[in-house]
């Protein structure tokens, strides 16, 4: 069975700088389009970064300049390296990505979610 690992929150000051990782445990057999949620107290969960293998990434207009998405396609991880944070980026951050698993001689893809990990920005 497939999950998705999530380790790097904490709590940090204005200005500071986290890193968030991601991997795939289990069964997988590719890892696609791997991305970065948050959701923050009162609000609806959004899209912070995504990439797509042999494309640039994309962010939201909120990050963009702070924060940087990479993945290792083949060892099924994606990290999430954010600098110069602010309080309004606190929130749950979740990664989330669709997840094949072989299945006898067919691929089966799903989409799967992180269990979440908290970022708290605050002096």
């Known amino acids: 069975q497939v999950q998705l690992v999530e380790s790097g929150g904490g709590l940090v000051q204005p200005g500071g700088s986290l890193r968030l990782s991601c991997s795939a445990s289990?069964?997988?057999?590719?890892?696609?389009?791997p991305a970065w949620y948050r959701q923050a107290p009162g609000k609806q969960r959004e899209l912070v970064a995504s990439i797509v293998r042999g494309n640039k990434p994309n962010y939201a207009d909120s990050v963009k300049g702070r924060f940087t998405i990479s993945s290792d396609f083949n060892r099924f991880t994606v990290n999430l390296q954010m600098n110069n944070l602010r309080p309004e980026d606190t929130a749950v951050y979740y990664c989330?990505?669709?997840?094949?698993?072989?299945?006898?001689?067919?691929?089966?893809?799903?989409?799967?979610w992180g269990q979440g990990t908290q970022v708290t920005v605050a002096s």
């Open positions: 989330n990505a669709d997840i094949g698993t072989l299945q006898g001689d067919q691929i089966h893809v799903l989409n799967f």
């Open positions: 289990g069964n997988a057999f590719n890892f696609n389009t």
